[in-house]
């Protein structure tokens, strides 16, 4: 049996890991060759891929990035080389070509999006779950979530000391897309005072509220997260770039600048901004990450040698799980309003940037996955 192997769409920590498993468990229990195709799709597109054998896998577990490389522009749906043509014919040939009996692919919604398309048109394809966002539908976990709260929640103890010093309002911009995970869980841990997320629609006016309402309990600083993709009631995300021809075009970036200059004006203290930007993608994974990675990749490379394709491998209820590429192409994953964490935040004071904003604090209402 020979499989291939690419890492889709921006990095993270933990891809390593995963290549790792998959072919660790390939080349060790089933016989099979491993095919590495370099810098994602492009790498089919462009016919470039070479042999993973094991010394090559071997002692990459805690490497942050990808040894295989990475696009987050290349679609074999729109080749952005070639006036956008579609190219996926090619791509399948190729892959018929170096006799490819399977093909594992790792990343998030766009690399799902194109592994369903290829899988519809005869692919053997499984995929596995990559994103600090957290926002794949179809699992309750992505790996390199863990490693980019870990990283912010850093960025927030250290924030938090100097902003004491200096009775400052601190904003951090984390990453995340669409959804509000890592604000939420790194906000969470870090003991932010405000948690800004995309899911909850804040108010300038309530957020200089809560930096007021402390100022008047003797708490003269306040620490405020804020995701990238958060708005205020009505307005729009902040972009920061549109980047043509990716399936995933639009780049965002700016609102904690935004809020910045809007809160400066409502208040008296100094507000300053703190962006850890690609911080959260890089370097090595925690040991939470390197272990869901690890199984992942396993799970994958049983899913290959069973011939259980067009799925993604998934995190259910705590258990390994997959789901049909159907149900995660093209999704988000929001964090819904009843989720515990939420609870959490609400019950422990941290403000939603919404003075009206409520939510049942039951235990009963508590119980979902964490
Ligand atoms: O999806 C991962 C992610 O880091 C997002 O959180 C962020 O919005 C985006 O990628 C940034 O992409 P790029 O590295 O292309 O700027």
Redesign the pocket.
């Known amino acids: 049996m020979r499989v291939g192997l690419l890492t889709g ?2 990095d ?1 920590p933990g891809l390593n890991a995963v290549i790792r498993g998959v072919a660790k468990c390939l080349i060790l229990h089933h016989r099979a060759e491993v095919v590495g195709v370099e810098d994602g799709f492009l790498g089919l597109i462009e016919r470039r891929t070479r042999p993973l054998p094991y010394r090559e896998v071997s002692g990459i577990l805690t490497l942050g990035g990808t040894i295989l490389g990475s696009s ?1 522009i290349a679609n074999p749906f729109s080749y952005y080389k070639q006036d956008n043509a579609d190219v996926s014919e090619q791509v399948c040939e190729y892959c018929r070509l170096i006799g490819l009996d399977a093909l594992v692919v790792i990343g ?1 919604d766009g690399t799902m999006s194109i592994a369903n398309g290829l899988a519809k048109m005869g692919m053997n394809i499984i995929g596995v779950p990559k ?3 957290n926002d794949l539908m179809g699992t309750e976990r992505t790996f390199g979530f863990d490693t980019a709260v870990s990283i912010v929640t850093e960025v927030v103890d250290r924030i938090h000391t100097t902003a004491q010093s200096h009775d400052r309002v601190m904003i951090i911009e984390t ?3 669409y959804a509000g995970w890592i604000a939420l869980y790194a906000g969470l841990a870090g003991g932010a005072d405000v948690i800004l997320i995309p899911e909850i629609e804040y108010t300038v006016e309530d957020v200089a509220w809560v930096c007021r309402q402390r100022e008047a309990r003797g708490q003269n600083f306040t620490i405020i997260m804020i995701a ?1 993709g958060a708005r205020t009631q009505g307005g729009d995300m902040v972009v920061k770039q549109v ?1 043509e021809n990716s399936p995933d075009p639009v ?2 970036g700016g609102v904690g600048k935004a809020l910045e200059q809007a809160l400066s004006a409502q208040i008296d203290s100094e507000v300053r901004t703190t962006i850890p930007g ?1 911080m ?2 890089g370097g090595t994974p925690t040991a939470f990450d390197r272990d869901l990675a690890t199984a992942f990749g396993v799970y994958a490379g049983a899913m290959v040698a069973e011939g259980r394709f067009g799925h993604m491998v998934a995190l259910q209820n705590n258990r390994l799980a997959s789901v049909p590429f159907e149900e995660v192409a093209n999704k988000t994953r929001m964090i819904p309003l009843n989720h515990p964490m939420i609870a959490t935040a609400h019950a422990t004071g941290v403000s939603f940037g919404l003075r009206d904003f409520d939510c049942r604090i039951e235990s009963s209402h508590m119980e979902g996955i964490l």
Do not use: K, S
Request: glycine share 22%; aromatic share 0%.
């Open positions: 769409g921006g993270c987050n998030g994103t600090i966002d990453m995340g897309r990238e980047v780049r965002l690609h959260q993608r």
